[in-house]
C-alpha cells in the first residue's frame, strides 16, 4: 500500500461506494480504500447490481480531486488501465490470452467480464474540491453465472490472489497512474495506455445510449476519452456514454 495512503477492511457492507461516500459526509477526505469481504447491496453501472460472494476484491477509493469537473469521467479509463497493470502483477509477469479493457469500465478475459469499475463523485461542501469515489469489484475467486453476458475470474485462468494482496497491487497501480493523470493534464498518458489494453481499431461495437443503438466500427479514444466509432452509414459519432456490445462475441456489458 502507498505510505501515505490508508485502508479500511470490512467484513461486510451494502456498498463500498456508499461506505466510502458516508465516511466523506463524515469528515474524511482521503486517499482512503474501503475493502469489504461481502457486499449485499453491490452496484455496477447504471444501477445493476453486482453479486459480491466472499473470495473476491470489492473496494473502493475515497479521495479528493482539484481537477475540471469535466475531467471526472476519465477516472473510469485511468482506473481500467491500473486494473490491469495490478492483474498482471498478480500474474507475476506471466501473460493472460485475451486480457483486455472495454469501453469504458469493463476489464475482459478472453470477452469475458472478470472486473467491473464505478466511478462516482459529489462537489465537495469545504469548497471547490471533487469528493471522488472509484468502486473497482475484480472476481479472483468466482464469477456470477446469471449476469446475461459471459464472466469469468482470475483462479480460472491460473491466477490464484487473495482479496487483501490484490488491493496492494491495485492501490500502488491506481496511485501510479492518478500521478500521471495529474488532474486531467496528463489524461493523453492514459489514453495512450488504454489503447495499447483495449480492443483493435475496426473492431465491431453495438452501443445502446438508451435513445438509440449504433453499430458501427471502433475508430479511438477523443482526446478527453470519449468513445470515437463509425456508425454503419459511415458517419463518424463520438459517445461519452452507452452501453457496449462487442458484436462478434455478444458480450454485453
Not at 469521467?73 to 472495454?102: E, F, T
Not at 458517419?235 to 457496449?244: K, S
Amino acid at each position: 500500500m502507498p505510505h501515505h495512503v490508508r485502508s479500511l477492511v470490512l467484513d461486510q457492507v451494502g456498498s463500498t461506494n456508499a461506505e466510502a461516500f458516508a465516511l466523506a459526509k463524515g469528515g474524511e477526505a482521503g486517499p482512503l480504500w474501503v475493502m469489504a469481504r461481502r457486499q449485499t447491496q453491490g452496484r455496477g453501472r447504471s444501477g445493476r447490481q453486482w453479486r459480491s460472494e466472499p473470495g473476491n476484491l470489492y473496494a473502493s477509493l475515497l479521495t479528493t480531486l482539484t481537477c475540471p469537473p469535466t475531467a471526472v469521467h476519465q477516472l473510469s479509463l485511468l482506473a481500467g488501465v491500473a486494473v490491469i497493470d495490478a492483474i498482471g502483477a498478480a500474474a507475476a509477469g506471466a501473460a493472460i490470452p485475451g486480457l483486455r479493457l472495454k469501453w469504458p469500465n469493463d476489464v475482459l478475459i478472453d470477452h469475458a467480464k472478470c472486473a467491473g469499475i464505478l466511478p462516482e463523485s459529489h462537489s465537495s461542501a469545504s469548497g471547490p474540491a471533487i469528493v471522488a469515489v472509484i468502486g473497482i469489484g475484480i472476481n479472483l475467486a468466482s464469477h456470477p453465472d446469471d449476469l446475461g453476458r459471459a464472466a469469468t475470474n482470475l483462479a480460472a485462468h491460473g491466477v490464484w490472489v487473495e482479496p487483501e494482496a490484490m488491493l496492494e497491487r491495485l492501490a500502488g497501480a491506481i496511485e501510479r497512474w492518478l500521478g500521471i493523470w495529474d488532474s486531467g493534464i496528463g489524461f493523453a498518458a492514459v489514453r495512450q495506455a488504454w489503447r495499447a489494453r483495449g480492443g483493435p481499431s475496426g473492431e465491431t461495437l453495438k452501443v445502446d445510449t438508451g435513445r438509440e443503438q449504433i453499430v458501427g466500427a471502433f475508430v479511438d479514444l477523443a482526446d478527453d476519452g470519449a468513445l470515437i466509432m463509425c456508425d454503419s452509414s459511415g458517419r463518424q459519432r463520438r459517445l461519452t456514454y452507452g452501453e457496449v456490445t462487442i458484436e462478434r462475441t455478444g458480450e454485453r456489458g
